[in-house]
């Protein structure tokens, strides 16, 4: 646990600057009221009316999030076989093989149903 | 830093679920690659080819290599005398669902079309089909028979979730009356999901008990650990919803009856038979393995889920007026049937039975409940199936042959001698009766009375009652569907007749209980 | 078994052992220490960078404030904390004040397992010249990236405005997406390593091995970017699109969605705070490529021919060279390419940095298992075989997919020049007729735009 308290330490500072600088910045600055000013950006026209929630969002931003996550996990699979792969010697090779082998099936269909277009 | 020893991993005593996700993992690959004309002619064979090799696999096991005595892969899986008989029956039924499955206009063209789109219509007419269904079936049956082998917690999970995830797209994936079968996936999805999450809860709780996930570990640290107990009982409770969800055992058996009734009708067999089958096993393994010397504990209120199980299952069926929600029912009531086996326990000895009664019980009720689907998928008007009741009168005076078969697979659900459902019954209670548990059973025997009268009425609503003008046409069964309805009646005449070689293949698989 | 790395039983390279000894006041001195550097490292980052890629654009870049402009940093950020802070009305309030700060603390905290240096005396303790170890400390950075995600997201989402919604969301899938690859391409290091302890990476590449391939012996380099150049090449392009940097800065493609999801933040310390976190994600990428690839704080060749280069508070002074060689690059890179397309990018990472990476780790793996078993050789040969026959198919399989779709491609071009040439309104397009008389001629007197 002590290899942690020191990232705890940087963790408050950081914070602290963080968290410091928005909370002044509203007073070290000006305030001159402008309705324009106040509006969302848009090159001037005006601004588009934004759902409650932020409205749906394209499918395939989820696709990739959730092909993210599949290969996470892969990722969360090799990084301990990786450090223990001199122990474990064959087995792991073949294991991981075989692992990678039918994550590489379903990253296939994938690529195949166009989940990886970006139209 | 401290070496890690590479584990052993028996390939050869799994190699039933290998074989089964390999080919899964091939259709993957099937649908990836082969053009989309070639798809179906390449994954039916593959698919049986799988099951029936799986099956061969499970023979080659107990007949050449005997019956392992020791878990397999580091004790994560345990390839013992029930797994070995309970991988047979699910590859078996699921080699007949298959044969549903395989027939045409069950399944959806398009599934990402929205119903009633323009975008289905093309689809319909471009001739397309869902040919996904294949390796999804391939997981879901891999999935249940990993589940009824785990011999750890988290194995059991991952298995629960194998099994479960591809039954849940599949449920959505009927051709005819979509909505009712998405609403059947979603359903089906948001209560399986919240159940996983109460089993994964439990498996934490038994875990903070125990230290370990393994259920031989969790059975052993039973007496030595002392001042945990509320962890355990807790842990016991929300595993069992875990478990009691798959089942259908009420008060968890709300999904039960709407999936059936929504999702593609060869699915519901499979689902009615196999995921049965495979819960059953892990059922049996959570409580007597792991919990075994707990029972004290679990066992009263598995007293009160049998009874409202069977009494609920018995009575709701009843007032039901479609087909598939009356066999939904129906499958609850049995869910309760065999949870009498459950509690039934005992003695080594009395375990045996018990197990063995189980076991012969989840096979002939898979195979008569595979049956009975496969009629309904052939009565069939204008919007697909006709499910509701009233459809079906007269229908015996039509289709005989059909209505007989029919009537008689009632029958067997029912219980009636010179059935399998008979011995199925007598086993389980018989079993149930010399473990203590008669209330139980004359509970049972009424609520058997009471399912029987529904049975009987749907019998006489075929046989003596006048046809509707525009009643449904039986379609004439493709060989596929029609050799599914002739393996089922067979099954179900052969075992109510002549049980005893069956019955003997359970008492010896049953015989040396759970490795551990 | 495993001899190849014969690591020097040197006291002055820690190891993780020597972590989490620190007094607490030690601990402070170095989360200050290393605060600052961030942050004077920002003020002059955005200066060098400002300067060298002028130099590359032959102009002078910032020559007013101070010294070289060397205070130009210090001016702008007075002058942002001066600025008015805008809090357009629209804005989900507590998302909107917060995201700056979510964004900002997990960029500071990936510093904290940076090794800069050996064991050194700190008013009078022996400590790590880094703030802290873990056994897990590469992943501790992948996961606070990730929580620096949310911030991104959050910032786009909280702003309710469609640039910055739009922007949130391609910069939170670009970023994942080559978190995957970056990720991926560590693999091969660990699998050297044998660790995932930042200090241990350093360790193990303080003495190249020997080989013994056919007979002969080898002695392999100890830094790791030589042994393992595919993986460090795939980490060097995905430490770009990680910080969303140019070629890959299309979260703030100007043209398309202004400032991305920062198009809200107009001005003042919020602002601020993303501009931080960028340069502070930057040097974050640099350390980790300096630490897994290029030997950490070692000194590099010539140096290291000195007795005392790795010792004492020598290695500090390498580790900041080697982080303004590779910033360096990074404006090298900014000032040399354009930016590509989004769905490029996409197609970037997933179609080509992953299985690419996933199949050199095979390799890799394949090869190393040979070493280490000697007693399974044809088993392993045939995995090898099997591997590369598998890498190499996809690689036709590509191959041939991207002949055709080149050949189709021309073929469509020229379809359409074809039929454009033979009727010039066909593509849909109101087009003049190509012999209109001032296509050709004199007849019109050229308008100018202007005076200059």
Redesign the interface.
């Known amino acids: 646990m002590e290899l942690y308290v020191p990232i705890l330490v940087l963790a408050v500072l950081a914070a602290g600057f963080a968290i410091f600088s928005v909370s002044i910045a509203p007073f070290t600055g000006p305030k001159r009221w402008n309705r324009a000013k106040l509006d969302a950006y848009e090159c001037g026209i005006d601004p588009t009316p934004q759902p409650v929630g932020g409205g749906r969002f394209p499918l395939k931003y989820m696709i990739t999030a959730m092909l993210f996550i599949v290969f996470d996990i892969e990722i969360i699979f090799l990084y301990p076989w990786a450090v223990?792969f001199d122990?474990?010697?064959?087995?792991?090779l073949v294991e991981m093989v075989l692992f990678i082998v039918?994550v590489l099936?379903?990253y296939?269909?994938v690529?195949?149903?166009k989940g990886l277009d970006w139209d | 830093m401290n070496?890690?020893?590479?584990?052993t991993i028996e390939y050869g005593q799994l190699a039933p679920m290998l074989l089964v996700f390999g080919a899964a993992?091939l259709g993957?690959?099937v649908?990836?690659?082969a053009p989309r004309y070639l798809r179906r002619s390449i994954h039916i064979p593959l698919t049986l080819a799988a099951l029936v090799g799986s099956f061969a696999l499970v023979l080659v096991q107990v007949f050449v290599s005997g019956v392992p005595t020791s878990p397999a892969a580091m004790g994560a899986v345990a390839v013992d005398g029930p797994t070995l008989f309970l991988w047979g029956v699910i590859a078996a039924l699921a080699f007949v669902s298959v044969l549903l499955i395989n027939d045409e206009d069950n399944f959806v063209a398009q599934a990402a079309a929205v119903p009633g789109s323009a975008d289905e219509e093309d689809a319909e007419i471009a001739g397309f089909s869902q040919t996904e269904v294949y390796p999804l079936v391939l997981f879901a049956v891999g999935g249940m028979l990993l589940f009824t082998a785990s011999n750890d917690l988290l194995i059991m999970f991952v298995a629960l979730e194998v099994m479960s995830l591809p039954l849940y797209l599949l449920c959505g994936l009927a051709r005819r009356r979509r909505l009712l079968s998405q609403e059947a996936a979603v359903k089906y999805f948001l209560l399986g999901a919240f159940s996983s999450a109460f089993f994964l809860f439990g498996m934490a709780m038994v875990y903070g008990f125990a230290g370990s996930v393994g259920l031989s570990d969790i059975n052993a640290a039973l007496p030595n650990v002392g001042g945990q107990e509320p962890l355990l009982v807790l842990g016991t409770a929300l595993l069992g919803v875990g478990l009691l969800f798959k089942i259908g055992a009420a008060p968890f058996q709300a999904w039960k009856p709407d999936v059936y009734q929504g999702a593609p009708t060869p699915i519901t067999a499979l689902m009615a038979s196999g995921t049965l089958v495979a819960a059953f096993g892990a059922l049996l393994r959570v409580f007597w393995v792991a919990l075994g010397n707990f029972d004290w504990d679990w066992r009263p209120v598995m007293w009160g889920v049998a009874i409202l199980t069977m009494v609920a299952g018995a009575i709701l069926a009843i007032t039901q007026t479609d087909i598939k929600r009356m066999l939904a029912y129906s499958s609850i009531a049995h869910a309760g049937f065999l949870l009498t086996g459950v509690i039934a326990t005992g003695a080594a000895e009395q375990n045996r039975d018990a197990l063995s009664g189980i076991l012969f019980y989840l096979l002939v009720y898979g195979i008569t409940t595979v049956g009975a689907f496969a009629i309904v998928t052939m009565v069939r008007d204008a919007g697909g199936e006709a499910g509701h009741l009233s459809r079906w009168a007269g229908l015996g005076k039509r289709s005989p042959m059909l209505a007989g078969v029919f009537a008689f697979f009632l029958l067997a659900f029912a219980g009636i001698p010179l059935t399998s459902g008979f011995f199925g019954k007598y086993a389980v209670f018989s079993a149930a009766v010399a473990g203590g548990v008669l209330p139980l059973v004359l509970v049972g025997v009424v609520s058997s009375a009471i399912a029987a009268f529904f049975y009987v009425r749907v019998i006489v609503l075929m046989f003596f009652s006048d046809p509707a003008a525009d009643g449904p046409t039986v379609v004439g069964p493709s060989v596929g569907t029609a050799s599914v309805v002739a393996v089922a009646a067979a099954a179900t005449v052969v075992l109510g007749v002549f049980p005893e070689p069956m019955l003997d293949l359970a008492d010896k698989a049953a015989s040396a209980l759970f490795v551990r | 078994m495993r001899t190849f790395i014969a690591l020097a039983a040197n006291p002055d390279y820690p190891t993780l052992e020597d972590f989490g000894k620190d007094p607490i006041w030690i601990s402070i001195i170095k989360a200050v220490g290393i605060f600052v550097l961030l942050m004077l490292g920002v003020l002059f980052g955005v200066w060098f960078e400002r300067k060298l890629i002028s130099r590359m654009q032959h102009r002078y870049g910032p020559n007013r404030a101070g010294k070289f402009g060397l205070l130009q940093s210090v001016a702008d950020g007075l002058k942002m904390a001066l600025k008015e802070d805008i809090f357009p009305r629209t804005v989900d309030k507590v998302l909107y004040f917060l995201s700056p700060v979510i964004i900002a603390v997990p960029a500071f905290l990936a510093f904290s397992i940076v090794p800069f240096g050996p064991m050194v005396t700190m008013f009078g303790e022996r400590t790590p010249l880094q703030l802290t170890d873990l056994p897990v400390a590469v992943l501790l950075v992948l996961a606070l990236a990730s929580i620096g995600v949310y911030g991104i997201v959050l910032a786009g989402w909280a702003s309710r405005s469609p640039y910055a919604v739009l922007g949130g969301l391609r910069s939170a899938a670009q970023v994942v997406s080559y978190e995957i690859a970056m990720a991926l391409s560590f693999v091969a290091v660990f699998l050297v390593a044998g660790t995932l302890s930042t200090s241990e990476i350093v360790r193990a590449q303080s003495v190249g091995g020997t080989v013994s391939l056919f007979g002969m012996e080898f002695s392999t380099p100890s830094w790791f970017v030589i042994q393992l150049i595919p993986s460090f090449l795939i980490y060097v392009i995905c430490m770009l699109g990680e910080t969303n940097r140019v070629p890959f800065d299309l979260p703030e493609g100007e043209g398309e969605l202004v400032g991305g999801f920062h198009t809200e933040y107009s001005s003042s310390l919020k602002f601020a705070m993303f501009m931080l976190a960028e340069y502070v994600n930057i040097f974050t990428v640099s350390a980790l490529a300096i630490t897994l690839f290029f030997g950490g704080w070692q000194a590099p060749w010539p140096i290291s021919l000195w007795d005392g280069a790795n010792t004492g508070y020598w290695p500090f002074l390498w580790f900041l060279l080697k982080m303004v060689i590779v910033f360096s690059f990074f404006v090298w890179v900014r000032a040399s390419l354009p930016r590509i397309r989004y769905d490029q990018l996409m197609a970037f990472g997933w179609k080509v940095l992953i299985p690419l990476n996933l199949g050199w780790i095979l390799l890799f793996a394949t090869f190393r298992a040979l070493r280490i078993d000697e007693g399974n050789r044809t088993l392993i040969m045939t995995m090898l075989a099997f591997v590369v026959l598998a890498c190499f198919l996809i690689y036709m399989r590509f191959d041939i997919v991207a002949q055709r779709r080149k050949r189709e491609q021309e073929a469509e071009v020229a379809a359409e020049f074809e039929e454009l040439g033979n009727a010039p309104e066909a593509g849909g397009f109101p087009v003049p007729p190509l012999d209109l008389p001032h296509y050709h001629g004199v007849q019109r007197k050229e308008v100018s735009s202007g005076t200059h």
């Open positions: 223990a122990k474990l010697g064959l087995f792991g039918t099936v379903a296939a269909y690529w195949r149903r | 070496d890690i020893a590479a584990p993992v993957v690959l649908e990836a690659f």
